[in-house]
Nanobody
Framework: QVQLVESGGGLVQPGGSLRLSCAAS????????TSWYRQAPGKERELVAA????????NYADSVKGRFSISRDNAKNTVYLQMNSLKPEDTAMYYC????????????WGQGTQVTVSS
């Protein structure tokens, strides 16, 4: 079955960095676009970044452009989210997804990893 397991979250000070990882299994990873979403308490889940199946195309929310970078290693079935210059407003649960297509909706979700930005 499809499994997505996020890791790498934690508590970081404003201006700091974190690298999230999402290990995929149960499907042919290189055939699917993947994304990172986040959800803060009391807010809707929002798309943070997306990457196409071969990593040739990426897309970012305006709020993270220039600070976050999405990448993938198809040999390791893993997608990453490098987060730099973190702000308190980046605090949220972060989820990776397998997407139906590039630009399409998410079909499967991981369990999430918590990111807290606070001094």
């Amino acid at each position: 079955q499809v499994q997505l397991v996020e890791s790498g979250g934690g508590l970081v000070q404003p201006g700091g960095s974190l690298r999230l990882s999402c290990a995929a299994s149960g499907f042919t990873f290189k055939h699917y676009a993947t994304s990172w979403y986040r959800q803060a308490p009391g807010k809707e889940r929002e798309l943070v970044a997306a990457i196409s199946s071969l990593g040739l195309s990426t897309n970012y929310a305006d709020s993270v452009k220039g600070r976050f970078s999405i990448s993938r290693d198809n040999a390791k079935n893993t997608v990453y989210l490098q987060m730099n210059s973190l702000k308190p407003e980046d605090t949220a649960m972060y989820y990776c997804s397998r997407d139906r297509s590039w630009g399409g909706r998410a079909e499967y979700w991981g369990q999430g990893t918590q990111v807290t930005v606070s001094s």
